[in-house]
């Protein structure tokens, strides 16, 4: 599967590409553990003026039989790089890509993007897979969904 | 919807004016989450003697079908800048004109002022939509809120 | 109520004096909500040693029908300047009096003290008006209290 | 010359006003010291945009015969509040008019704003009265300035 | 009880002695509150080495009848400084010996020490009174237990 | 046990070496603690490319019988040094290692490394031992884990 | 010359272009005071790999007569986005493209990188104009240059 | 000259009183050395108002044959407490009595004091004896005083 | 010269290697200006005991007309990995080797150790060309080192 | 010289020892540089009281033909353990033990103790070899200590 890892010649995508995503197999299959992906080099375009956005993203799972690659995730991100949506979107837009991916067990992205106009944004979601105990823990996260927002000053 | 991004001319409301909110239809009604507006430019009048007050203002919410966009928010949140009101009112009328705008699942704001004579006041409401799950949230997140007070020393 | 807010001529009492303390009417009684008061500024003598004390003091609560005014507030916290009182007893008597003067839904006070003989003491006391959801509340708040000290170094 | 410390009916000047600053006699007018002023609650419009403006002005100064009361001079900084002006031009406006009320030795005005699409803006101005030692101080001031820019990331 | 605060001739323990804590009586036992005691200098020996160890010590609890004394608290912290014993024996020796001191409701403590070959270690025990609903309290803390390790670099 | 701290000529193990721990008896078999070790100095070599990989692992754990001697952890962690593998499987390994060794009622680890490509990846695992209520406890905090990402930025 | 301040449909460059830099007059040219341009926002493209490059950028000069509008500005650095070159290459354009526009008597930039393969590389030129005192100031600025590299930890 | 340190019944001086100082001799009188006293409890009342002041207070000095005893700095520092001076006034006491007690070679002080009306004042005042290089080093301290103001935003 | 940037197969030096160091060509020559690395993953071994050693170091020069390439600059500090040698040799043999690979205007390192025994170790050396006036910059640096030591606490 | 450095039995002195100190040959004695020792774990005793005293030292040194062994200086460090002496004797005496030792061009000792009484005590001494540029550097750098005393609030 890791094709990217260690190759030379990477082409980076020029729009939106969740093509590029890449997995390999989970070797704890037996264990349900998570993995973080800090993320602060995300940026887009705002659909109605061109102008880039700037956040840092954070993506945690619980992995089932697929996980991501990390250098395809990094490709897929800078693939935002020239392509216009809202800040909810393409938080929306990464977790439903990475579900189709890795068909996890739970996983939720959150986004913290710098201001415009002295407000900043920062959209959060998250994933159970239906069905299973990571439903309902998708449900319990969200409800208590961060509770002590960060001191944001815009400097 | 989106008649203020990108406009040219903008127009400054000089008192207090909800009716600069705009919406826009969330694209993932199907999904519950969260988006976060962090506000450190907010500041309105001491409605007894006239002086400014100053305060970091936090909403977060969970859509249902409007969102409020962020450049009518902006406007809206400076409508307050030469409108008299206490602390905890212009919180709770903030979260009032929100829930009217936009009938959220759940919506919080949590305003951080600066002191006056050596204390600052921090009002923090809530609301969850009545008969459903959002409204028993509402009620647990205002139970836990704040366990871990911030330090403040005034400098 | 309001005889202190944008009054000239503020006497500051000489010794502890609960008498100052005024109230107004609380605008949105059929919301729960929090209000929290920040108080870097605190100071006491020690009843053993006469060597003043300091501490910042954090006040949270949920208004019923009165709210404590912020100036009388101040005023009541400055008329422990040459109290003489151990740490556990003035948070306990601060919450005592708030009590006794708003009958708020819930409240807690928290002291953190700078140390003497290298040992600082953070004494913390909470109240849930009795046969309410509150009082629930008040235990809640009071078995999880502070399960991650902040660091403190003394410097 | 203190007619507003202490005063009740404090009026609130609706645009820029330099006459309201007041000073005081220097009582240590026999050593060159320094009085430094935080203030963290600046904010004034955009002369194009109209939009609201919001900045940290640090303003340092030796005194000679006359010094600026605070009261009076939170009053002329308030008096920004709705007036419209270039960040720069701000900043040595409020230097020019504390020069011309006190004739100080030495005063310098930083002012550190919120950034505006990405960017934000920190002039900087001082000045040493002429033909005295002071001059040599304020360039020498200038031309060491902010050898080490505060990290800044919009968040 | 109070012999040590305000006394003149304060004997230091050469070793470990637990009898050097006093107690005073609990003015507020109508009520369960918190105390803290933040005690940044405690230090004691390897008793394999010999070399000094040096850990900042949290201890928190919920007082009955009897509380402990803060200065009999900071001698009997002080007797360690020339005893050996590993990190997890002094941390539960401590709470040991303040439940029989004070028989209290609830009490946790916390050592943080500083690395010995790159890696430090941070014990914490706790003890709820048997038979009452502190015991099922210090269950849901141990199991609540640090959850947010506090970033370590070793500088 | 302790056939290492104190000991003169330590050995450093060329490659991973789980068969470098070593266990010494938990004097408080009665009571349920955690014991935390913090390491910030953990470095192992990617699988495929060969680079050096750096992390911060925590490792939380509550002792049963045998507890690990830090001074053996040490040098299993430095076994790390020259040994190929992912930063999932390292985590793993980890505490798989430590629960072979100390059968403890309940582990986790967490491991934080340092960016590749400007993406950083945190695993994170824990372990309740089977048919004891710590099953339970790690399924919790499992489910809980890391609701407020630390602030990455890769400076 | 503020054609851009204001205006609705800005046109985003897309590709490196310094013609769409727009000055306009100082108003202050008879003292001599610095402006600091905060810019957290550059991203760039490595010329080899085409990997995006993320950097905070920090302007700072002294004004002669034309003074560089920030909206113009900040369009001039979003031109690097799609643009590879190399750090070192980035910051010295930067600063050569300023010179032309304004003929500043002082400039300085400063550039600081996310890593890359664990290392990230911080360029700095100034310039000060020949034969003014500016130019002996940016020698002094020169050789003092960052005596306290700022911690950097990757994370 | 130790009369307070370790003393039982220390007299609490209810004014301000610098009869309180006390010296003991330097044993290093023939090495030019700093001392510095951080004062995090300084608290003075406002001569008009009447309301409390708070204030750090460091205090640096060069000591010739006296030093000052810490305990009686002390006393002399809580003298204050009910003393009415403004914030310029008390730093040049406090120095010109440290100058008249120990006839040091060099001494500094610096208050930093919590905000009124959201500005805060940090006088700062030094003195180097006359005819002497300390005299010289005065001058340069002072005309190089704080080209960095902390970050103060009164949180 | 660039043989490594993009290159696919990597070769990991297995010790001290500085024949892995590669240069490019300055493009602004006539310009001084600073570039700085920042090496937060550095690590050696300590030659009497074996155990690893952990440091971030800090690079900063101004070059000539050969600049050194990052990616080599990495493989090289990894070469260090199991390469035995005390802190102030790595530091020292770090300097000269870049000095003779580029022969620099001016070269500073500065290395900051975790702590073995409580206390760590910072060298840091720096370089100026003789006989230009980098080499007087040099010896000015140096003599100006580190007036403000980082506090330093081992967690 | 090295004999403690990997040795087994460490003896750790009972009282104020400079006989412990070792010193070994510098290897780069054509190059002035600096080496600084952070001591973050050093404690001694109130000379009057018997009350242990804690603090941070720093240590930094330029050396010549010697240089102190870091383990030796350790165990020096912990012979003040159970040592009474005054702060400022304590740091003058740790700076004239290793000029004696080690005859360095230059050295300097800083010691920030925790606070007594609400004050804190931080002295700090240095030395430049009389009759080379060391000597005039040690007066340099004293009169330029400290114009930026760290923010200290006993917490
Ligand atoms: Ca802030
Ligand atoms: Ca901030
Ligand atoms: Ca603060
Ligand atoms: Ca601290
Ligand atoms: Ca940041
Ligand atoms: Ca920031
Ligand atoms: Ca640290
Ligand atoms: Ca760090
Ligand atoms: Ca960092
Ligand atoms: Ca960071
Ligand atoms: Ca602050
Ligand atoms: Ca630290
Ligand atoms: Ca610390
Ligand atoms: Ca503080
Ligand atoms: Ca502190
Ligand atoms: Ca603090």
């Known amino acids: 599967d890791l094709s990217l890892l260690g190759a030379k010649a990477t082409e980076y995508p020029s729009d939106y590409d969740p093509s590029v995503l890449e997995t390999f197999v989970n070797k704890h299959q037996g264990r349900d553990y998570f993995v973080k992906f800090n993320c602060p080099e995300f940026t887009s375009l705002c659909p109605i003026t061109g102008q880039p956005d700037f956040a840092t993203v954070y993506i ?70 239906p069905d299973t105990r990571w439903e309902e823990v998708a449900w319990q996260r969200l409800s208590q969904h961060d509770l002590y927002p960060e001191n944001v000053d815009n400097r």
């Not at 393409?90 to 993007?113: Q, S, T």
């Open 60 to 129: 945690s799972y619980v992995p089932d039989v697929r996980m991501v690659e990390s250098k395809s995730l990094k490709l897929y991100l800078f693939s935002f790089r020239n392509h216009g949506d809202f800040h909810e979107d393409c938080m929306n837009v990464i977790m439903n890509d990475l579900i189709a991916l890795m068909d996890p067990k739970y996983i939720e992205v959150w986004g913290k993007f710098t201001p415009r106009g002295g407000i900043s944004i920062d959209p959060y979601c998250n994933y159970g897979r």
